[in-house]
């Protein structure tokens, strides 16, 4: 291609690149589970579903067992020394402490080699919801919250139970 054209070309932006590496390592940690990414045109603070899928003892067949929850995906470049955390709008927020579905907010820290990276969790259940009225009163109030992670919360792959059990006993926490 034409030198000229090429760099009139739109650019992929470091955030955009960013974003692209720490959905292909959710999908890496959250398999088999089918993710299902929400068109950006149509995203409001819910990045995607995920249609929990699974086998029988000693099958190797997967099933739809016809659970999902939804999603949003926030990805940052790992920096040891800075908390694990994410910042979100406040009406997004409102939006997932509301839904009728279980949401999941993922942080993925991609390493600086871009290569790997480190992903968290946290159900947007009642006890979230209980820790964000007693540490974080005046969330309503303000445009943005910051939510944070602790290593605990780092989605380890070999323990899925946990996972699927928190999922399970979800409740709409408003």
């Not at 590496?21 to 995920?50: C, F, K, N, S």
Request: net charge negative; glycine share 4%.
């Amino acid at each position: 291609m034409d030198p000229s054209i090429l760099s009139r070309l739109p650019q992929v932006t470091d955030a955009q690149e960013l974003s692209r590496i720490g959905g292909d390592l959710l999908d890496m940690y959250l398999a088999p589970y089918q993710v299902v990414p929400t068109p950006q045109e149509r995203d409001h603070g819910i990045d995607g579903t995920v249609n929990i899928v699974g086998s029988a003892p000693g099958e190797a067949t997967l099933h739809y067992t016809g659970r999902a929850f939804q999603y949003q995906l926030k990805t940052t470049v790992a920096d040891p020394a800075r908390p694990h955390h994410v910042t979100v709008e406040t009406n997004h927020l409102l939006l997932w402490l509301t839904s009728t579905l279980p949401i999941v907010l993922f942080l993925v820290e991609v390493r600086p080699d871009r290569l790997s990276g480190e992903v968290y969790w946290r159900c947007l259940d009642p006890i979230f919801h209980q820790w964000l009225t007693i540490e974080r009163a005046a969330w309503r109030d303000q445009v943005t919250v910051s939510i944070p992670f602790a290593s605990d919360d780092a989605f380890n792959r070999s323990d899925r139970a946990l996972f699927e059990s928190t999922l399970q006993s979800w409740r709409t926490p408003l």
